[in-house]
């Protein structure tokens, strides 16, 4: 079996992973098995052992460190200024979620077109050792992790530094890009900045309120915004996809404003196309045309922090005026189970499980309107996504989704008002089955809009903007 390090083979009996597939990867090399300590669930005790095993695992690989700065300093100087290379570094990676689903489209396509991007996270607790999945996505072997406190599914974690310092020997990169400010992002923040790298971050998640919206305790929203603001002073500049969350990290986590890059993301959208409409595809988990006549859809990870209790409660009094309405949840998490025991005997609502490829593409282009209540989304990938097949979004108004969705043109932009959702879906009920050619219209505008969010664009203002971020910091 291939190792991506000087490791020990795995045998072909060994299990990699524990966990049932996940769509599009494969693994296509390994890191050697290592201990590490045993996967707990969160704990304020375990939360403690975070710093000192970071700050340890700094000092321990400090000699290293150090010697990998005199050779980067050495190698970079022999190369084009133009030629950058850069390592994106982000927890979860090894799950399914906005994150994880838009990196993992991002790289490839970077690689694809002579950029030199590199993909770099950690292991679950299921692997018994870290992989490389599909040639160039590097999960970690793993030293520490613990279940994420009120978010089931993910993890705290942090992992083994030193298989990716004799990687960087190999292929030596001038950046790291941070994408979330978790144990292992500190971690990597730390040894980048001792041997030398250029730090910076992506404000991708909303930390403060998701610590708001699933954690009780109050004294830990004050940690975790101290924490955060230390987090993005040192991983500057911090790049925002939305001016929503460009203001909160002025205003919260006190990032001067001229370090703040407004720069909104990019999505393989050639897979979201709208001719996926019409395949027969929805019709395999709901009802079909002739009994439920006005379709909406939930895509994506089912978790309170989306606001789908919110969603649920809106969706309960408007289906029971309606019989020809209904709701397609797509997705898993953690918040599922209890979604189901509250629909329990509603026909209007419908389960479609973890979908991806043309499948999902399909069920988003066959919804006739996509519904995404989240006020905590500093992008919202599946609003594009959406919009992308056709699909008007109805989405809060605040966050990602309010500046992708052109409002009454692509779709609703809300309050989170029960009257106004409720109002709004009634509006967009009679649309669909009385305003044929208004419709049609909103599903030509959405597809258009979309387009502004190709890969293709926002690739090219990332290398843009990485380049001249080297030639500052560099001095070159």
């Known amino acids: 079996m291939t190792t991506a390090s000087n490791s020990t083979k795995l045998k072909a009996s060994d299990n990699l992973d524990s966990r049932p597939h996940i769509f599009g990867r494969s ?18 005790v375990r939360t ?32 084009d200024p133009d030629d950058v290379r850069i390592l994106f570094y982000s927890d979860n990676l090894d799950e399914t979620n906005g994150i994880a689903n838009n990196l993992r489209n991002v790289i490839p396509y970077m690689r ?6 590199f993909l770099a996270g950690n292991a679950f607790n299921t692997r018994p050792c870290g992989v490389v999945e599909n040639g160039y996505c590097m999960l970690l072997p793993r030293m520490f992790s613990m279940e994420q406190l009120g978010y089931a599914n993910s993890e705290l974690a942090i992992p083994r530094v030193s298989p990716v310092l004799r990687l960087l020997k190999r292929y030596p990169i001038d950046m790291i890009e941070l994408e979330t400010p978790s144990p292992g992002a500190w971690l990597i923040c730390f040894c980048a900045l001792i041997a030398g790298i250029k730090v910076f971050s992506h404000y991708r998640t909303d930390v403060p309120q998701y610590t708001r919206t699933l954690v009780k305790a109050k004294w830990m929203h004050v940690y975790v915004l101290k924490l955060m603001q230390i987090f993005y002073w040192m991983a500057r500049p911090v790049i925002s996809p939305c001016d929503d969350y460009s203001d909160a ?19 393989p959208l050639e897979r979201f196309q709208p001719d996926m409409r ?14 439920r006549k006005v379709r909406f859809a939930f895509i994506g990870r089912i ?22 309405v209904e709701l397609m949840y797509v997705g898993y998490g953690w918040y599922l189970e209890e979604i189901k025991k509250f629909f329990e005997g509603d026909e209007s609502v419908k389960f479609a499980g973890e979908q991806g490829g043309e499948t999902l593409a399909g069920l988003y282009a066959d919804a006739d309107f996509f519904l995404f209540p989240s006020t905590t989304d500093t992008f919202g990938n599946v609003v594009v996504e959406a919009m992308s097949t056709g699909t008007p979004a109805i989405v809060s108004n605040y966050g990602g989704p309010r500046n992708i969705v052109e409002d009454n043109k692509c779709g609703r932009i809300l309050p989170i008002e029960e009257s106004k959702w409720l109002d709004t ?24 809009r979309s387009q502004r969010y190709t890969l293709a664009n926002s690739t090219k203002a990332q290398f843009e903007f990485f380049r001249q971020l080297k030639r500052d910091y560099y001095k070159i």
């Open 303 to 324: 978790s309170k922090e989306k606001n789908l209790e919110f969603l649920n409660g809106v969706w309960k009094k408007f289906a029971a005026t309606h019989d020809d």
């Open 278 to 291: 019409g395949k027969g595809t929805w019709e395999k988990y709901g009802d079909d045309r002739s009994k």
């Open 425 to 448: 879906l009634e509006e967009c009920r009679n649309i669909k089955l009385n305003q044929p050619e208004i419709y049609e219209q909103m599903r030509k505008d959405c597809h258009e």
């Open 27 to 44: 693994v296509t090399s390994t890191f050697r098995k290592s201990f590490s300590i045993k996967h707990k669930p969160p704990g304020n």
């Open 48 to 79: 403690c052992w975070i710093p000192p095993i970071v700050f340890l695992t700094v000092i321990r690989n400090l000699p290293t460190l150090l010697k990998l700065r005199r050779f980067l300093k050495k190698e970079r100087q022999m190369r």
């Open 112 to 117: 694809a077109h002579g950029m030199k991007a």
């Open 249 to 267: 990290l002025v205003n919260e986590l006190k990032v001067p404003r001229d370090q703040v890059k407004l720069m909104p993301r990019g999505l």
